[in-house]
């Protein structure tokens, strides 16, 4: 097994000769011994998802996390800009940690689904993604107000320029907490923003033992995400709004039907009134002229 997994990090790391440590891959600050800025040649233990990965899968916690979903990041290559999905390599004999799998993907499919064109957003309101922990960088954002995959990643604070009121609701993001909250976001003009939020789950699934595949697997729930819908308070009032305007169109509407109807009952009661006094006085006439003509 050390062999082959000698031979497949040899054959990564070929794939990416060019590969230089740079202050912006933090290459350098991660592995300063291993990856000295400057140095060509790609090491995987260089990597921010690789020693995030290693950190959570060897922290000294009640329960080992076998599953660490990384915020976007300029891949190896330097033209994709994208997220990791991975997981540890632990020696089962000697619980040694040896490595970790690697799983690329490009989160298009969440920026589609999450846009206006796809739900029903008023206007000043905004989606909120950020992935449980921060990268070696401090980004978070998955998905944001302004965020784009064209660039660099970003901290959800800095895309959202919002106040410390923020930090707070943050924290219970991150910590896997459904709720919700207010902070003040800066934008060229301070705006109140109120946001609900939720956790998301995935069902991760390890071996109960790595020496034996016998015993079978093991399943746990891992917060990969936390999704939030903010809403500003001027989008708020602006909804109420347009409820007023049409409330007050409905209203201008019955107004008017009730006044036709008046009117017409009103012109129908006085017909109907003529027509029965008409035909109760042109009898009592007829009756009078016969009583004047008998006692003529």
């Known amino acids: 097994m050390s062999l082959y997994l000698f031979f497949f990090f040899t054959l990564a790391n070929l794939k990416h000769l060019d590969w230089q440590s740079t202050k912006e891959n933090g290459a350098a600050e991660l592995q300063p011994d291993l990856c000295p800025l400057g140095k060509y040649g790609y090491d995987s233990r260089c990597r921010g998802w690789y020693q995030q990965g290693k950190e959570k899968a060897m922290a000294d916690t009640n329960e080992t996390i076998h599953l660490h979903i990384t915020s976007p990041y300029v891949f190896a290559t330097g033209k994709l800009i994208g997220q990791s999905v991975t997981s540890p390599l632990i020696d089962p004999q000697t619980q040694r940690h040896v490595g970790q799998t690697l799983v690329d993907f490009l989160p298009n499919s969440i920026f589609t689904s999450l846009n206006r064109d796809n739900i029903k957003l008023s206007d000043g309101s905004f989606a909120i993604v950020v992935t449980p922990q921060t990268d070696s960088k401090g980004h978070d954002t998955v998905y944001g107000p302004g965020f784009s995959l064209s660039g660099e990643g970003e901290a959800i604070q800095d895309v959202l320029q919002a106040d410390d009121s923020f930090d707070t609701i943050l924290k219970q993001m991150k910590d896997g907490q459904r ?59 602006s909804s109420f709004n347009n409820i007023d305007a049409f409330s007050s169109r409905t209203v201008d509407i019955c107004i008017g039907v009730l006044s036709a109807i008046i009117i017409i009952s009103t012109v129908l009661i006085v017909w109907i009134a003529f027509r029965v006094t008409s035909s109760m006085t042109k009898p009592i006439l007829q009756l009078l002229g016969v009583m004047k003509s008998i006692n003529r």
């Not at 998301?200 to 819908?229: C, F, H, M, W």
Request: hydrophobic residues 35%.
């Open 179 to 237: 709720g919700k909250g207010k902070f003040t976001r800066s934008n060229g003009q301070e705006d109140e923003v109120f946001l609900s939020f939720a956790p998301v789950y995935v069902k991760n699934y390890y071996p109960v033992d790595g020496s034996d595949i016998t015993r079978g697997v093991q399943s746990e729930e891992i917060l990969v995400y936390s999704l939030a819908l903010a809403e500003t308070a001027d989008g708020l009032i």
